[in-house]
């Protein structure tokens, strides 16, 4: 069982229509730190990046938003961290007999079917075992790390492939919650702009 790496995943976009908003998100990045209970993930495009970190310990998060020069964080506890995943958790997964070798993983593919009836396909591998699988919420239920899947948002598709793992020691630091700098919003606030939106 791995207990730290960084996994380095490039996000793929496909839109309808290019309404401008596929071309500011092409070129996106997924970062996945996990240091044993420890986990980050930076979603990094050129309008901006945020991060996700929660410690599985302490039911300690946070969200950081930083957008057009504005750093946002939304403190997380337990609850939270379970409201912002709950589309995905619980997943049950169906194994299929297709395999494929991604960036020189051996993958296998598996589907669910999420509660709005769309379904999600991943392609992982059983080769890489992470021991914190909490930092994925969408994939517990699989034996493996994903290494290929796709989320639709809206009219679009984001394609999530894995590159490469770097098995170096995390920082501690990588998890530092900053306390200053950032508009505190409280986490039931962000969850109303996000209805609204």
């Known amino acids: 069982m791995l207990q730290e790496a960084t996994l380095f995943y490039d996000i793929e976009i496909t839109a309808p229509k290019d309404d401008g908003v596929k071309k500011l998100l092409d070129g996106s990045a997924l970062r996945v730190y996990i240091k044993g209970e420890k986990t980050?993930?930076?979603v990094i495009s050129s309008v901006g990046t945020e991060?996700?970190?929660y410690n599985n310990?302490?039911?300690?998060?946070?969200?950081?938003?930083e957008y057009s020069g504005q750093k946002i964080i939304i403190h997380l506890n337990k609850e939270n961290w379970l409201d912002k995943s709950k589309?995905?958790?619980g997943l049950q997964f169906s194994m299929t007999n297709e395999t494929k070798q991604i960036n020189g993983f051996q993958c296998k593919k598996a589907y669910s079917t999420l509660e709005d009836g769309d379904r999600l396909e991943v392609y992982y591998t059983s080769d890489v075992l992470l021991a914190n699988k909490d930092?994925?919420?969408s994939f517990y239920a699989l034996s493996g790390t994903p290494v290929q899947y796709e989320i639709k948002s809206g009219s679009m598709v984001f394609k999530y492939i894995l590159k490469r793992i770097d098995y170096d020691l995390v920082p501690f630091s990588?998890?530092?919650i900053p306390k200053q700098g950032?508009?505190?919003?409280?986490?039931?606030?962000a969850a109303q702009?996000?209805?609204g939106m």
């Open 57 to 65: 310990r302490t039911n300690v998060g946070a969200i950081l938003k």
């Open 174 to 176: 990588t998890f530092d």
């Open 182 to 189: 950032y508009r505190v919003l409280q986490y039931e606030d």
């Open 40 to 42: 980050r993930t930076d």
């Open 135 to 137: 930092y994925n919420n």
């Open 193 to 195: 702009l996000r209805k």
């Open 87 to 89: 589309l995905f958790r």
């Open 51 to 53: 991060t996700a970190i």
